[in-house]
């Protein structure tokens, strides 16, 4: 049994092929080769990635494997097939040149990786066939579906709405249906009624529901209104079901990542909604007529013109960036109730964790964090802002304390000790080849002092590669404080004068997120150089790499 540390990596690209197992024979194939070549595998180097897209190479376990190889962790990788690693060719030979590079041996289980240029050109046409496929698997996919939609088949829909059962092509004999369930189809017809015959709000019709009560989609006693809002609008219930509401796209920047949750999702992209007369109706058993259906839309927009709140959009200076240090959910800002007016002299509006709701969770409330008042919430997070636009040397002094928590210890080692001792190393392995292959060292000699000079090697380049790192951070520094200085100058005699979105826009731009705990918030920052933009128009959302932040403690007011 060999002693080398060995890893695998599998992967299945839909939550589908992750629900029915289907990695499972990756895995076991994997296994079975693994002990083939007479290799011990230790659980936690089995990396595998369910349900991850390979057109991105955003995905968990390739990261730690990353990780793993970068830090001397691993020596040899077990694949299933280069698609697995990645179905770009150009992302497969980054991944394979990357492992090479530190000299960790990469195996494929469908064909070996030789060093030819014969076994190059088989990989590259491997990947590049890859990729073909996928493009042409989701293009015939398309397509396809598109042909069905168009002839008015079921199947191409995935679920039925509220009010229905969806019958799969297996359960209908070869094609799908809806199946109107009764006790659904009244509610649904009820709330029709509702805004159709007796011109009722959808806030009016929430009251009603939630009274009765009666349960909705999700099974809960409270309704919310974008529920029913999804509800009046989808024309399958008139009898026409759409197909094609929407499309996939480049991933939209993300203010914060959502709880539970990372910043980069399964599918790097985004989803985009459709012009209606770009929906493809496919007939359904209807609910309404479609005269009811005409008056209800009719109905909804009289209401919206009617409507006294009817300023949509950003309403709060730090909406989007509040996040609960005690439960992960956001805040949001909430005005008072009219009940609660009369005790206050002054209108204030507070921001209220969402995990306190107890109306979303089913009556019981998840978290008991207290709710902030907004105005001085947004005057003490402005202060901070201002504060580090007056003094960038904040930035570098807490980006100093962070660097020397993580840098190596004074006499350690610099860069140019280290680069002369690589060199020495590597004359030392190559002497020990050149005697081994010359004769004059048998392979009992040879190995054992090869592999502890690979290991001084792993360790030595390790240390280079940290000081690099280091060296590199540290003019990436000197660069965000010179732009950060740039910008501060620029933008410092007129804060004052910044209306409410001026404010907003300057705020989004260098905060990354505002944790609120029961005690204390954190203001956390992010400042690269391309947070920054020159100009005269220095305000702009961004969610890049590279992000810099610093922890500022506020009282919560």
């Known amino acids: 049994m060999s002693t080398r540390s060995v890893a695998l990596y599998a992967r299945v690209s839909s939550e589908h092929q992750a629900q029915a197992q289907t990695i499972q024979s990756q895995l076991a194939a994997l296994r079975e080769r693994i002990e083939g070549d007479g290799e011990r595998l230790c659980p936690e180097h089995e990396f595998i990635d369910a349900g991850y897209s390979g057109s991105t190479l955003i995905r968990p376990a390739l990261e730690r494997l990353r990780d793993a190889v970068a830090g001397g962790e691993v020596e040899r990788v077990y694949v299933y097939s280069p698609d697995r690693l990645a179905r770009k060719y150009a992302y497969q030979v980054m991944l394979v040149d990357e492992f090479q590079r530190v000299g960790v041996e990469l195996v494929f289980c469908n064909r070996p990786l030789g060093q030819s240029p014969e076994d190059d050109l088989l990989l590259q046409m491997q990947g590049m066939i890859a990729e073909y496929e996928r493009a042409q698997m989701l293009e015939r996919s ?4 598109r042909h069905k939609a168009q002839q008015g088949s079921v199947n ?3 679920g039925a709405p509220y009010g229905y059962r969806y019958i799969t092509r297996i359960e209908g004999s070869g094609e799908a249906c809806y199946e109107i369930v009764d006790e659904q189809a009244q509610v649904v017809r009820q709330i029709f009624d ?5 011109r009722l709000s959808i806030g009016e019709v929430q009251r009603r529901l939630s009274e009765a009560p009666t349960l909705t989609p999700a099974g809960k ?3 919310d209104r974008s529920t029913l809002w999804g509800i009046l609008k989808n024309p399958a219930y008139k009898g026409q079901a759409a197909f094609g509401k929407t499309r996939a796209g480049e991933l939209r920047p993300r203010l914060r990542e959502q709880r539970g949750r990372t910043l980069q999702p399964r599918r790097a992209r985004s989803t985009y909604d459709l012009p209606v007369n770009q929906w493809l109706s496919i007939p359904v058993p209807p609910l309404v007529d479609e005269a009811l259906f005409e008056a209800v839309q009719a109905q909804l927009e009289e209401n919206r013109r009617r409507a006294r709140s009817g300023q949509r959009g950003a309403k709060y200076l730090l909406q989007g960036l509040l996040v609960c240090s005690c439960c992960g959910y956001a805040f949001y800002g909430k005005p008072l109730s009219p009940s609660a007016r009369k005790y206050h002299p002054r209108e204030y509006a507070y921001y ?3 995990g306190s709701d107890a109306y979303r969770f089913g009556g019981q409330r998840l978290c008991y964090n207290k709710p902030v008042r907004t105005d001085r919430l947004e005057q003490a997070v402005w202060s901070q802002v201002c504060r580090l636009l007056e003094d960038p040397q904040r930035l570098t002094e807490e980006y100093q304390r962070r660097l020397e928590a993580v840098q190596l210890s004074p006499g350690e080692a610099d860069a140019a000790w280290v680069e002369k001792s690589l060199t020495k190393v590597r ?5 020990l080849i050149d005697g081994y292959a010359e004769g004059y060292l048998d ?4 190995e054992p002092r090869i592999r502890r000079f690979k290991e001084r090697l792993q360790a030595l380049e390790a240390q280079a590669e940290q000081l690099r790192a280091q060296a590199q951070q540290q003019a990436d520094l000197q660069l965000v404080i010179g732009r950060l200085e740039a910008f501060s100058a620029q933008v410092k005699m007129g804060l004052e004068q910044l209306d409410w979105g001026g404010r907003r826009a300057l705020i989004r731009t260098l905060v990354k997120r505002i944790e609120i705990d029961q005690e204390r918030i954190n203001v956390v920052f992010r400042v690269d150089e391309g947070t920054l933009p020159p100009g005269n128009t220095p305000f702009r959302q961004h969610c890049g790499k590279g992000i ?3 922890f500022i403690e506020c009282g919560a007011g």
């Open 427 to 431: 004359q030392g392995i190559a002497r």
């Open 142 to 145: 398309r397509r396809g579906k």
């Open 194 to 198: 509702w805004v159709g015959r007796e």
């Open 352 to 354: 209220r964790c969402v």
């Open 443 to 446: 392979k009992s000699e040879a």
């Open 221 to 223: 006693t409270w309704w």
């Open 548 to 550: 810099v932040a610093i």
């Open 156 to 158: 191409v829909l995935c």
